[in-house]
């Protein structure tokens, strides 16, 4: 079997090396990064992958010739299976892998959630080259989870940049917060993560939440204000900061 992957970030990097390891000899990168785009031919490859980012896919799958008798696939989870016209792309498929991936930084895959979208079974055999959990996933489901992984890594990853300022600010070490930190994700994994909500503003305590907006620069006191009011609009509705 050939694979051409177009992309070689962090995701085309980490399926190539995964499908080698799994006995796929024939795995090839492509990328204007790399200069070799004109020696891609979708005819030559049994399959071809996009990991391109997202606002990226339509116009590369409308500059790409047809190869109807390859199996075409994209691992986004925000895009839908329609971005292949099914005329131009008769088989086609999704590989979407609930987990950020950094270049060289092999992941755990045999934890990795994959889900999958299409009606070929080349797309589940070679999601189960990848991780042994995988399951289907239409579009719109598929999006909400990329929405929620979005929620839980990258908004949460820039919530922590902001705690990061506020110590620095007060002459401490971030590293400072990691048995809280560690001691949230195993609370939040291990039960729910609304019934583990705790704090001034689960409690409504108005006193407190003042406080802390007078000590904190603009940018983080209006996140703090405006995630805080949600979690009172939740427990406490009728209470306004």
């Known amino acids: 079997m050939k694979i051409s992957i177009i992309g070689a970030g962090n995701v085309g990097s ?3 090396a995964r499908f080698r390891r799994a006995g796929v000899e024939d795995v090839s990168l492509y990328s204007p990064s790399l200069g070799n ?3 891609f031919n979708p005819q030559e490859a049994d399959v071809v992958i996009i990991a391109v980012t997202d606002d990226a ?3 590369l799958l409308a500059s790409l010739p047809s190869a109807p008798l390859t199996l075409w696939i994209h691992t986004s989870g925000s895009v839908g299976i329609d971005a292949f016209e099914p005329e131009k792309y008769p088989r086609r498929g999704i590989i979407y892998p609930l987990q950020t991936m950094l270049k060289g930084v092999e992941p755990d895959w045999d934890n990795v959630p994959i889900f999958i979208e299409g009606d070929d079974e080349l797309t589940s055999e070679l999601a189960q080259m990848l991780s042994p959990r995988v399951a ?3 579009s719109l489901s598929r999006r909400r989870a990329h929405a929620a ?3 839980c890594c990258n908004l949460a990853m820039y919530l922590w940049s902001l705690s990061e300022r506020v ?3 007060a002459g401490l070490d971030f590293s400072m917060l990691r048995p809280l930190m560690e ?3 195993e609370r939040a994994v291990n039960g729910s993560p609304e019934q583990s909500l705790t704090g001034p503003a689960r409690r409504g305590d108005l006193g407190t939440i003042h406080k802390h907006l007078d000590a904190l620069d603009d940018e983080t006191a209006e996140v703090y204000k405006l995630l805080t009011q949600n ?3 939740r427990f406490h509705p009728e209470l306004k900061i």
């Open 14 to 16: 980490n399926f190539a």
């Open 37 to 39: 785009m004109s020696d």
């Open 57 to 59: 896919i339509p116009g």
């Open 136 to 138: 289907p996933l239409d």
């Open 149 to 151: 992984a979005v929620l």
């Open 167 to 169: 110590m620095t600010e």
């Open 183 to 185: 001691l949230t994700l």
């Open 231 to 233: 979690i009172l609009n």
